[in-house]
């Protein structure tokens, strides 16, 4: 079975730019959680949708904002760039059925902001 | 405020030792705890979880160990390997209903011949 998807892989903008991100989540999960990762940290939880409904939110500035669609895949968009935006951006995906707390993790996006 | 914090950043263990990584959190309602596995360039791989009603996991050359009243837990790897060398993560989540994953900062693992 595939795993978590994730496009592009990389992805070079400028400043002030807007970007978006994709994800496509293993077959059957329902729920799609994005995480940004700065170089030499952990993951930070930015968003959480399940059904199509936002489930969570992390501390990000109002610039990020997500969607899910109908096939539960989910994208994640980002406005007016800053050069702190730079990161690695990963999907995870999960059932909330049965084992609800195992989340898998898709390649990521690189997102360099120049 | 960081919620789960780890150590070492990082370790180096010879070929056949065991490698011991240690997290402990703040958080009471935390009710799962997860390790991931990275490796450069690649997503976070999901390795062994526990739940704060067992005090151990043991999943081949890896287990958990849990200390619910000291609120800490850690991962040891049994009989390390090349193949091992990679940054490790601890991280805790409150159950379903808020799967939100907490991470810690991350081990640097070096398994030398």
């Known amino acids: 079975d595939a795993g978590v998807t994730q496009s592009p892989t990389h992805l070079i903008k400028t400043r002030g730019q807007h970007v978006t991100l994709r994800c496509s989540p293993i077959?059957?999960?329902?729920?799609v959680s994005w995480y940004q990762q700065v170089l030499g940290q952990g993951p930070q939880f930015i968003f959480q949708y399940y059904e199509k409904e936002e489930r969570g939110r992390g501390n990000f500035p109002d610039r990020f904002s997500a969607r899910q669609f109908p096939n539960y895949s989910s994208e994640l968009n980002v406005n007016a760039l800053l050069l702190g935006d730079s990161a690695l951006y990963l999907c995870?995906?999960?059932?909330?059925?049965?084992?609800?707390?195992?989340?898998?993790f898709g390649p990521g996006t690189r997102l360099t902001v120049t | 405020q960081q919620q789960v914090k780890q150590s070492p950043q990082s370790l180096i263990v010879q070929k056949g030792g065991i490698s011991i990584i240690n997290c402990a959190y703040e958080?009471?309602?935390?009710?799962?705890f997860p390790w991931y596995q990275q490796f450069p360039g690649k997503g976070p791989a999901l390795l062994i979880a526990?739940?704060?009603?067992?005090s151990e996991k043991k999943e081949g050359r890896f287990t958990i160990s849990f200390n619910k009243s000291a609120k800490q837990f850690s991962l040891h790897i049994m009989d390390s390997q090349p193949g091992d060398s990679a940054t490790y993560f601890c991280a805790a989540s409150m159950g379903f209903g808020n799967e939100k994953l907490t991470f810690g900062t991350g081990t640097r693992l070096t398994i030398i011949p």
């Open positions: 958080n009471t309602a935390f009710d799962y």
């Open positions: 995870a995906s999960s059932t909330l059925q049965g084992k609800p707390y195992e989340q898998y």
């Open positions: 077959s059957g999960h329902k729920s």
């Open positions: 526990i739940r704060p009603d067992v």
